[in-house]
């Protein structure tokens, strides 16, 4: 079978996650290789959250937030751009291409740039082939981010 890679996408809920739902409600045709979970701002997304990401299957990762200037709690976006700068340089050392981790900016209005960059991806890690974890990689501590994630929202 043709392999089909999985990209995990955390989407903060004000910008990228209403651009995504753009997307679907303007019928705008993306692969449909991204499984989302939807988080309050691109600055939740806690590293391990990644790392339980590739551990449990994932090809790839998309974070996606608020264009800077934007996030709605001032500095979130901000963050999540520093703990991609370094978990990119920690996946380098571990051997993982840097094309498996993304972070972009997507507004509650770019549903077009949004499902372009869901086939961007797609096309990438299709090209790269399915991800070869180093044994080290693949037991990652803690809950997976969905368990957590449902945990909140359930607590709010
Ligand atoms: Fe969207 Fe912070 S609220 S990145």
Redesign the pocket.
Known sequence: MEFQPTIVGFL?????YTGADLAGTARIKHQPNLRVIRV?????VDPTFVLKAFASGADGVMI???HPG????????DK?FRRHQLLKQLLLAYGIEKERLRLE?VSASEGERFARLVDTMTAELLELGPLELPPSLTKVPGPCPETVIQGEVAND
């Open positions: 903060c809920n004000w910008c990228s309050m701002c691109s600055g939740r996606c937030g608020c934007d996030c709605h709690y001032l500095e979130g976006n999540a900016w």
